[in-house]
């Protein structure tokens, strides 16, 4: 599929852009350029490859390298709350604003 000038102005209208004859040359370059790389993508053969749900499954016998997910700061709910208005049970009580 391949983009000409009068239809990069069709788009950049109904866009409501407005390009530069340079612009819109540029624009057809890169948007051409684009539909080839797609094109390539879809010549590949891949008839008989399972879709991946995510790509760690091609992975999945390796160990991923994520830290530990370990608490790094002190807690400290009781001193941010000791300005608040009204606390309840460790919760900040707000007004209702939905009836």
Known sequence: ?????????????????EFAPEESEQLLTELNGFFDIVEQIRAVDTAGIQPLAHPVAVVAPQILRLREDVASEP?????????????????????????
Request: proline residues 7%; glycine residues 4%.
């Open 75 to 99: 807690d400290q709910r009781s001193a941010n709350q000791q300005n608040a208005p009204a606390v309840e049970r460790g919760l900040f009580l707000v007004p209702r604003v939905i009836e």
């Open 1 to 17: 599929m391949a983009l000409t000038l009068p239809e990069i102005g069709r788009l950049a209208h109904l866009a409501r852009l």
